[in-house]
Nanobody, 124 residues
Framework: QVQLVESGGGLVQAGGSLRLSCAASGRTFSSYRMGWFRQAPGKEREFVAAISWIGISTYYADSVKGRFTISRDNAKNTLYLQMNTLKPEDTAVYYC?????????????????WGQGTQVTVSA
């Protein structure tokens, strides 16, 4: 198993930046593909970004492509999400997630382990 703890959320003005972190403990971090998802009030949880086991491949939702960057540091057991040019519609609780399996990277059902989430609020 792996335990995930997100941090770095907060309140920021539109156009600003935040960097989210997800600290992992338990089984070897590099054994897992990692993803970021978000959920706004009254909406379904949606895919944001994903990264392969050693970070060679990255994937993004169209809504964040060019503004967000996912990365990982396997030596520090940490996943990151750099968010630039934030918009009010990016407001949500952001979750990191881990899966040991290959296949779909943008489906929440593929991921076995989830953090508790961190709130990101972007004001207009």
């Amino acid at each position: 198993q792996v335990q995930l703890v997100e941090s770095g959320g907060g309140l920021v003005q539109a156009g600003g930046s935040l960097r989210l972190s997800c600290a992992a403990s338990g089984r070897t971090f590099s054994s897992y593909r990692m993803g970021w998802f978000r959920q706004a009030p009254g909406k379904e949880r949606e895919f944001v970004a994903a990264i392969s086991w050693i970070g060679i491949s990255t994937y993004y939702a169209d809504s964040v492509k060019g503004r967000f960057t996912i990365s990982r540091d396997n030596a520090k057991n940490t996943l990151y999400l750099q968010m630039n040019t934030l918009k009010p519609e990016d407001t949500a609780v952001y979750y990191c997630a881990a899966t040991a399996y290959s296949g779909s990277y943008n489906s929440a059902g593929v991921y076995d382990y989830w953090g508790q989430g961190t709130q990101v609020t972007v004001s207009a």
